[in-house]
């Protein structure tokens, strides 16, 4: 027995009413043809010159997400990712909100992950890093460490000098530098 939905409409192409938009629909000047040829083609033409990006897209989207390839592609593709539990502009933890902040005196722009999202990079981070606690903190593809270990790198110095490593000047290090030049004139 059709269902009533399909009864509807064969009912409805029966009738006149139907008929008539079908015939208006077409039904164009010559003029409206053109442009309507001109607009498929250009779609078609956009979707083929989209497609390479499109390819890499789907590409970049095919691991699965907590896969070891997933974190090894996110890692490879920033100088410097973070791992944490919010976002840099809400943590949701107090040890992310410490990265957070040692991040914005270095003046380091990096690419953030909110493991609270989704379970699978929560736990799949874990593994992949072997590290059990969030956040987690990655230089140039390498695990740095969580919080406790960036701050003590923050303090010592050594984190200046590993993002100099990979062509980021710390901010703090400008400063510095800044002050060097006032205190020499």
């Keep these: 027995m059709p269902s009533p939905i399909l009864k509807r409409e064969t009912s409805a192409r029966d009738s006149d009413e139907w008929q008539q938009t079908t015939s208006s629909r077409r039904k164009h000047s010559p003029g409206e043809a053109y442009i309507i040829t001109c607009i498929m083609f250009s779609a078609v033409k956009f979707a083929r010159a989209a497609r390479p ?3 890499g897209f789907l590409r970049y ?3 699965q997400v907590g896969s070891k390839e997933y974190f090894d592609k996110l890692v490879a593709d920033n100088k410097v990712v ?3 539990k919010g ?3 809400m ?3 107090g040890f992310s909100n410490a990265v957070v ?4 005196m270095h003046g380091v722009n990096y690419d953030s ?3 609270l999202a989704d379970d699978n990079v929560r736990q799949g981070i874990k593994e992949y890093s072997d590290w059990p606690t969030i956040p987690q903190v990655f230089i140039n593809g390498d695990f740095v460490g969580g919080c406790d270990i960036l701050l003590q790198m923050h303090q010592s110095g050594e984190l200046i000098e590993e993002l100099q490593k990979v062509g ?6 400008e400063q510095e530098m800044e002050d060097d030049k006032g205190e020499k004139k």
Excluded: G
């Design 91 to 93: 943590p949701r933890c």
């Design 53 to 55: 990006s499109l390819t």
């Design 113 to 115: 992950h909110n493991v």
């Design 87 to 89: 976002t840099p502009d």
């Design 101 to 104: 902040q040692i991040m914005r």
């Design 168 to 173: 980021i000047t710390s901010a703090l290090l």
């Design 82 to 84: 973070v791992f944490m």
């Design 61 to 63: 989207c095919s691991a």
